[in-house]
């Protein structure tokens, strides 16, 4: 009974999961814009963080490592700030010290469109352009999950 | 005929074949029309060849009309009919989506604006905001793709909406980099007439090759 509760309650929240991934182009760090969709064909994590969610800090450098390693494979990484103040986003980033492109959202419509909930929040976006995964929070561990999404969209 | 009716009838079908089938060989061919005879199962069977070879046989092959190497003709007019109907959907769609069209925009309060750029020596182009009667309607921000796809003769519609028939003012602001790499940024005006009919507007981005600078202008497609 607890489960079909737990499972009721997991399908109230609602997901773009299924759904393509609505498109943004946002100023990065490096000066460039970044638009979501010249990344079709290849698989995007983007991973939605903000100074003030503590669990952000713990990610990025796993992140990182994940960029790292499956970059050449066809992963792109964006990190993508939703911090209002961007100034202070651009310092924590270069505190950071990641490698991948960090984008600053400024305006809340990005956040509105991913139904952003929980910072930070990552979401698998598939070669094909549509939403395979989304994860809220961060804990450690989790990028063990991530993982397991991303060799397996890497495949198709 | 109806999908009931068409059930019906291809069960009919379905079930004339399968007792064919569970009577025999010789049986189905003595049921069904000599020309229609078809090869026997892999299973043994005792009985004669379907079509016999001698004289006798010749003329009634002759006379019935062919067997059809297609399904039966019940079969094809429901694949046909299928077909019909998808094409049915697709052209539904089609006019909705033109009704849409024509709801949200109607062309008698359309205004469209496009952005097209010329040589682009002394500027690269970063983003262009728009604001219609002092109201920001679209801020865009070009990747470095969008922006050679302008400079290689693509025209970008930026804009698309509706304005009451009158006098209305288009204010475009550009960004990007400027000659020596500096950072630029520019402004257009354009006060227009909006007639009955709807209205195409140009942002051009040219160099202005005496000057050393980039130029910006709006042009009113009337």
């Known amino acids: 009974m607890s489960a079909l509760l737990a499972a009721a309650s997991l399908s109230a929240v609602p997901s773009l999961v299924g759904q393509p991934a609505p498109d943004f182009a946002l100023r990065s760090m490096d000066g460039k814009n970044r638009r979501l969709s010249e990344f079709r064909g290849q698989v995007v994590l983007v991973n939605f963080w903000a100074r003030w969610a503590s669990d952000s800090r713990q990610e990025m450098p796993a992140l990182d490592r994940i960029n790292t390693t499956y970059n050449r494979a066809g992963l792109v990484v964006l990190g993508v700030s939703v911090d209002e103040d961007w100034r202070r986003a651009r310092e924590f980033a270069d505190a950071m010290k990641v490698g991948y492109p960090i984008l600053f959202d400024t305006t809340p419509d990005i956040g509105r469109n991913y139904l952003l909930r929980k910072m930070p929040m990552t979401i698998l976006v598939d070669r094909s352009g549509v939403v395979r995964y989304s994860s809220a929070g961060f804990k450690s561990g989790d990028e063990l999950a991530y993982l397991d999404q991303i060799r397996e969209l890497l495949r198709e | ?46 009985a004669p060849p379907v079509v016999a070879p001698n004289a006798d046989a010749a003329p009634t092959a002759a006379e019935e009309p062919p067997a059809p190497a297609t399904p039966p003709a019940e079969f094809k007019t429901l694949d046909q009919e299928v077909q019909g109907m998808k094409k049915e959907v697709i052209d539904l769609n089609k006019d909705l989506f033109v009704l849409q069209e024509e709801l949200l925009f109607p062309a008698n309060t359309q205004v469209a604006v496009y952005v097209s750029m010329d040589v682009g020596a002394f500027f690269a182009l970063d983003s262009v905001t728009l604001k219609i009667d002092n109201k920001e309607v679209k801020n865009y921000l070009y990747t470095a793709r969008e922006a050679e796809a302008l400079l290689k003769g693509g025209v970008q519609e930026i804009y698309l909406g509706n304005l009451k028939v009158g006098k209305h003012e288009l204010v475009a602001f550009f960004t990007g980099k400027g000659p020596v790499e500096r950072g630029y940024k520019r402004g257009a005006t354009l006060t227009f007439d909006k007639g009955v009919g709807a209205k195409y507007l140009e942002l051009k981005i040219t160099d202005r090759v005496t000057k050393h600078q980039p130029e910006f202008k709006i042009k009113d497609w009337d």
């Open chain 2, 1 to 46: 005929m109806n999908s009931k009716s068409r059930l019906v009838s291809m069960a009919l079908c379905t079930g004339i074949l399968a007792l064919a089938w569970t009577m025999g060989p010789g049986t189905f061919a003595a049921a069904a029309p000599a020309g229609a005879a078809a090869p026997p199962p892999a299973a043994p069977a005792p």
